[in-house]
């Protein structure tokens, strides 16, 4: 893993379920927040199903690309850009109230508050890794056993129980 890499761009770390659509099955008040990258989505099963399943259950949902450098096979040591992208699924209650109770993480990193505004950072930004804010946004996909985590195997409580 690459220091200053986001949480939700790692790529066969730290939760074993992830880039599954069982990922983002699992959204709800536990894992307030998901995504799979679009190339997953259309090998499994289609993304406007995926987006009806996950809108039926009141989650939300947003696409943002992404960008992945690749070099070409021209030798000529340049790097490509490919446009790809990732479907990112929120339960918005549940990643509000999260993101509440962590306000002052969040405001200390400059980070925002607000759930969409949340999601769009998560999707364009990094996460310095071993810091508060990396273990923050992997609390909010679930993911308490990344090798990024600052504090791994540390969960909250969602649910407020």
Not at 123 to 133: I, M
Request: proline share 7%; glycine share 8%; hydrophobic share 35%.
């Amino acid at each position: 893993m690459e220091a200053g890499e986001s949480v939700s761009n790692q790529k066969g770390e730290g939760d074993c379920r992830r880039n599954t659509l069982e990922d983002l099955r699992r959204v709800g008040p536990d894992k307030p927040l998901g995504y799979l990258p679009l190339s997953f989505i259309h090998r499994e099963s289609g993304l406007k199903a995926i987006i009806r399943e996950m809108r039926q259950k009141g989650l939300k949902t947003e696409l943002f690309p992404t960008v992945e450098q690749v070099k070409p096979m021209n030798g000529r040591g340049l790097a490509l850009p490919v446009l790809s992208a990732n479907l990112y699924v929120y339960d918005e209650k549940a990643l509000g109230e999260f993101l509440l109770k962590h306000k002052d993480i969040l405001r200390h990193y400059k980070w925002p508050t607000k759930p969409d505004k949340f999601l769009k950072k998560v999707a364009r930004k990094t996460a310095q890794s071993k810091t508060e804010l990396f273990d923050l946004i992997a609390d909010a996909f679930a993911d308490y056993d990344n090798p990024g985590r600052l504090k791994p195997g540390i969960s909250p409580d969602f649910s407020n129980k």
